[in-house]
């Protein structure tokens, strides 16, 4: 019966996205308020059946209710609680659920924020809220369908299929909610974009509008590359954290571009420069993250046979693709030429650093396009087969990347228009010490001293200094900075925090050190100053997997520091084994223990990782999410506090 | 049309198979290890070497990563080829003959590359010429404007 009513609710959203759709368009083109209204209305009564249809979905799985077919493929009785419930978008059909859902949680808070009157623009928020509605007309359709996650089962199999152990983990249950509320949250300023496109003003009063809300899918784009690159870190078992697959690059490239729009439109809203360029960077966000979606967890990604049966569900998403990406463009040909340029700029400006941004943001998200597509295009034009794996990246994008960090700190230092480059470069002369600094010592310390290693702790002092500077010139001094706005610091934390993942590359990359080595109990090998000793293996059981767990004495200079306990799991439902990695931290560096086969004679093989300064990827990563916060917080903010004072003024009167 | 067609095509094609990190995981651990070489030198130019080369069997993985049997036994190879003395270019041209350039992990710059290597340094570059004569541009317009701010001087919200 669930099922039923799940199936139910998708049906009343599509016929509610429908209204939403037609309300919206037309209520704005007539300044009919009530229409709009109506739209308003549609746009909440489609989240809120949306949502019915997830928590229906997720009812089915936590019961094990193996009559929905998508249940029976994805889940087991025996998983834990809490992988029951990431199943849910663990597979095609769920994960396009939980996109619905989070469409109609920013179509619903784009709804809730929106202006009712039309002498404050309402059109806007209204043809927005009709661009939503039919992103959600598309997807709906398409899930219904071709995608339908209620499918029933008969007969109900006994036992499920269960979910592939390596997603069974506590940092990818969360990965992909985070994932999806950044892509899908750059629908938002997408629809603001094409609203305004279609609005005959055409000014940058979206802008003010859409800014919150790709602030806040960067945010969680950000959160959600990070969680993907930790669980890779620790699931993965060899240390690694980002490996320049299509479905990393994936993720990465919607982030690129929609940080040069967060730049982008703070430019626009300050001063109106680079009106176009912000339009077409909000709907290139939005494409990047489309395409993004559907390598990352559709059919068309996980399984050949759901592809292969039924062509439909290819063809749907190339059309949604195709429409979504072109129609804006169109719309954006013929309306960009008749947008007024904003006010002029110097050569030393924040508006040049933008550019800058801008430029190597777009490059480097064009570059792991081509490099994704290349090998692709090449087989299927020539039928020559070429591999474009992390050197290819390494060397494109690395460098276009060290060009943006030698400029960020410059940006914020500058002024908007016009600024004195003498006395900005004569205020950054701190962040240049610090450079110098990091580099002697990297020198004298470092080993091995390669020039990347060398290139990139230069540059993340640079970073963290620029940042430190920035506060302070902005506060007067730095016993002052406290009492800075919210949006100084967040642009300080983001500059800063990418400093911090610059560090925690190089440590992880270029200065780890590693052993492999088979070990009889009561052996020991040396690596990165630890000398590890295989003490006894046992064999344990979990909820739906069996292990073999070793114990492992950690010792440095002879005195015992811990016992670790890395595990190699069997999972008897998958057929899988995977290795828990067993992970110490000091923050400045992991001791990274992986327990590998079994060998004749009884011995393991044993691998180990030492990798100074690891930790400083996610620390860094959350510190820029941190900044997203604040930038969003500081505008809650300001907003309440100028409702309290026109409250108060209404109250004068 | 048909250019597009086949590049979409390909473009999913090449994402029916799994994931390439569950492929690492479905791999059985058998028969994996490869003793390090007692050389350290030797060792630490096999190991900067099996970075750049791409395991056949797995999606996107270098031989340094992956479990297959495969990539255990081309780590295996490559350590024998540099007792022997061969170079990392002799070793990576013995490869290619076998395998095809599909093998190295830094695809090689030829004519049908040329485009992948060199496309985003003419993006950055052409990029950079569209900044320059926007800069330009405006500047003219700031000689001719009429007096106005230049600093914005209410507190610094960027």
Known sequence: ?653 | MRFVLALLGAFFAAYLSPLPAIAAGEQPEESTYVPPLADSVLEARAKSLQKELRCLVCQGQSIDESNAPLAADLRRLIRQQMQQGWSDDQIKEFLVARYGAFVLMKPPVRQDTFFLWFGPALLVLGGAAVIGVTIVRSRKRLATDPGGELEIPIQDTT
């Open chain 1, 1 to 653: 019966m669930t099922g039923e009513i799940g199936q139910l609710a998708l049906c009343l959203a599509l016929a509610l996205a429908l209204v939403q759709a037609f309300a919206g368009f037309i209520g704005a083109s007539r300044g009919n308020e009530r229409l709009m209204a109506m739209g308003r209305g549609a746009a909440m009564g489609g989240f809120v059946f949306t949502a019915l249809a997830f928590f229906t979905l997720m009812f089915a799985y936590v019961t094990s209710d193996f009559s929905v077919a998508a249940v029976a493929e994805n889940s087991h009785t025996a998983k834990p609680l809490i992988y029951k419930i990431s199943g849910v978008w663990g597979n095609h059909e769920g994960s396009m659920i939980l996109w619905l859902l989070i469409l109609g949680v920013y179509s619903a808070a784009i709804a809730m924020t929106q202006p009712t009157d039309i002498a404050q623009n309402a059109e806007l928020g209204s043809r927005a809220l009709g661009v939503q509605a039919l992103i959600a007309i598309a997807f709906l359709t398409f899930v219904l369908l071709t995608s339908d996650p209620f499918l029933r089962l008969y007969p109900p199999p006994f036992e499920g299929n269960g979910l592939n152990p390596l997603l069974q983990d506590p940092g990818l249950a969360f990965h992909p909610p985070l994932l999806y509320l950044g892509y899908v949250g750059l629908s938002a300023a997408f629809s603001f974009a094409a609203a305004a496109l279609l609005d005959k003003r055409n000014d940058a009063a979206w802008v003010r509008r859409a800014r919150p809300f790709a602030i806040a899918a960067w945010t969680a784009l950000t959160l959600g590359i990070a969680a993907g690159s930790w669980w890779a870190y620790y699931t993965l078992g060899w240390g690694g954290f980002w490996f320049w697959d299509p479905v990393e690059n994936a993720s990465l490239m919607p982030w690129l571009v929609a940080t040069a729009l967060i730049h982008s439109m703070m430019a626009t809203e300050r001063t109106g420069a680079f009106k176009s360029w912000t339009l077409l960077l909000a709907i290139a966000a939005f494409s990047f993250s489309l395409i993004g979606t559907f390598l990352v967890r559709s059919g068309v990604l996980n399984s050949v046979h759901s592809f292969a049966n039924d062509p439909r569900r290819g063809l749907f998403i190339l059309l949604i693709l195709f429409v979504s990406i072109s129609a804006p463009l169109v719309l954006f040909a013929w309306r960009a030429p008749k947008l007024a340029p904003g006010a002029p700029f110097d050569l030393a400006s924040r508006e040049t650093g933008i550019l800058i941004n801008n430029l190597l943001l777009t490059a480097s998200a064009a570059t792991i396009l081509t490099g994704t597509l290349y090998p692709l295009v090449l087989d299927a034009l020539e039928g020559i087969k070429i591999s474009v794996g992390p050197p290819y990246f390494t060397a494109t994008v690395i460098p276009m990347l060290a060009l943006l960090a030698v400029a960020m700190p410059l940006g914020p230092i500058f002024l908007w228009r016009r600024a004195n480059w003498r006395a900005g470069l004569y205020d950054l002369r701190y962040a240049m010490a610090a450079a110098g600094v990091a580099l002697v010592i990297g020198l004298f310390l470092a080993r091995p001293a390669s020039f990347l290693g060398m290139l990139a702790i230069t540059l993340g002092a640079w970073l963290i200094g620029g940042a430190v500077t920035d506060l302070s010139r902005r506060a007067g001094s730095l016993r002052r900075v406290r009492l800075l706005p919210a949006a100084a610091w967040s642009s300080a934390l983001a500059h800063a925090g990418l400093g911090i993942v610059a560090f925690g590359v190089v440590g992880a990359t270029i200065w780890k050190s590693e052993a492999i080595q088979v070990l009889a109990p009561g052996q020991t090998m040396d690596v990165g100053g630890y000398t590890l000793r295989l003490d006894s293996t046992e064999r344990v059981e979990g909820p739906n997997y069996f292990a073999d767990r070793a114990a492992i004495t950690v010792t440095a200079n002879g005195r015992t520091i811990t016992v670790v306990h890395p595990e190699k799991r069997s999972y008897p439902v998958e057929q899988m084994v995977t290795s828990q990695s067993s992970i110490r931290t000091t923050v400045i560096s992991d001791l990274y223990v992986v327990l590998g086969d079994a060998r004749d004679g009884g011995g393991w093989v044993v691998r180990a990782y030492v990798n100074p300064l690891a930790p400083f990827i996610w620390l860094g990563a959350l510190v820029m999410a941190l900044a997203g916060f604040v930038a969003l917080g500081g505008r809650l903010a300001v907003k309440a506090r100028a409702a309290r004072s026109a409250a108060a003024v209404s109250a004068a009167e």
